[in-house]
């Protein structure tokens, strides 16, 4: 079956525009979770959706970030002003449980790679 | 592309021997563990989870240990293959979010 999808692969931008970096997560999957990865380090946590609302937003950098998932299945997550500091693979993941249950696996796609020049 | 492995730990194993990866995690609360398989240009790739109930849980060549005491875990592959060679991350669950530990490269020796 589908897996998580993101696209684009990649995007290649200029300091102080604005992207957006889409996700399809698995069908049915209710989470859904945004993570930034730069290069040589893991993932790192931004936020996360149980349905439509965001559950938790704490790891998102600072207010230029937003993400949204209005009808509970595609996220978009948000970033105006870019930086060159913002250059990194941006993952999703999906998964079917809720926030809190111990087994809780989480199904990555393959991330998009944001470059700002 | 570019290698997701640059500047990590490196583990060279010679094909067909067993390897083991090492984690130390920060949160004596998390009561979930994954260990990720990463290769380069791929998101993490789930391998095994360990709930913190547990000390040990086998899957296919591979072994996760927990040791809760001193807060570390270990992923155990047996009989390394080519296709091993890859980033592995370690994270921990804590309240539905996932907290990565920094990854270990694994390079296997055909």
């Known amino acids: 079956g589908a897996g998580v999808s993101q696209t684009p692969s990649n995007k290649v931008t200029e300091k102080g525009k604005y992207v957006e970096l889409r996700c399809d997560p698995i069908?049915?999957?209710?989470?859904l979770y945004w993570y930034r990865q730069s290069l040589g380090q893991g993932p790192e946590f931004l936020i996360y959706?149980?349905?439509?609302?965001?559950?938790?937003d704490s790891g998102l950098p600072n207010d230029r970030f937003f993400a949204v998932r209005p009808e509970g299945s595609v996220s978009t997550l948000k970033i105006q002003r870019t930086e060159r500091g913002d250059s990194a693979v941006y993952l999703c993941?999906?998964?079917?449980?809720?926030?809190?249950?111990?087994?809780?696996?989480?199904?990555f796609g393959p991330g998009t790679r944001l470059t700002v020049l | 592309g570019e290698s997701v492995g640059l500047h990590l730990p490196t583990l060279s194993v010679q094909e067909g021997d067993n390897s083991i990866i090492n984690c130390a995690y920060s949160?004596?609360?998390?009561?979930?563990f994954i260990w990720y398989k990463q290769e380069s240009g791929k998101g993490p790739q789930f391998i095994i989870d360990?709930?913190?109930?547990?000390d040990k849980r086998q899957g296919q060549r591979v072994t996760v240990l927990l040791n809760k005491t001193v807060k570390h875990l270990s992923l155990q592959i047996a009989a390394t293959q080519p296709g091993d060679s890859a980033v592995y991350f370690c994270?921990?669950?804590?309240?539905?979010?996932?907290?990565f530990g920094k990854g270990n490269q694994v390079v296997v020796i055909p």
């Open positions: 993941a999906s998964s079917s449980g809720t926030s809190g249950r111990s087994r809780n696996e989480q199904f």
């Open positions: 069908s049915g999957h209710t989470a």
């Open positions: 959706f149980q349905g439509t609302g965001a559950a938790d």
């Open positions: 949160n004596s609360a998390s009561d979930y």
């Open positions: 360990i709930r913190s109930n547990m």
């Open positions: 994270a921990e669950n804590i309240v539905g979010r996932l907290a």
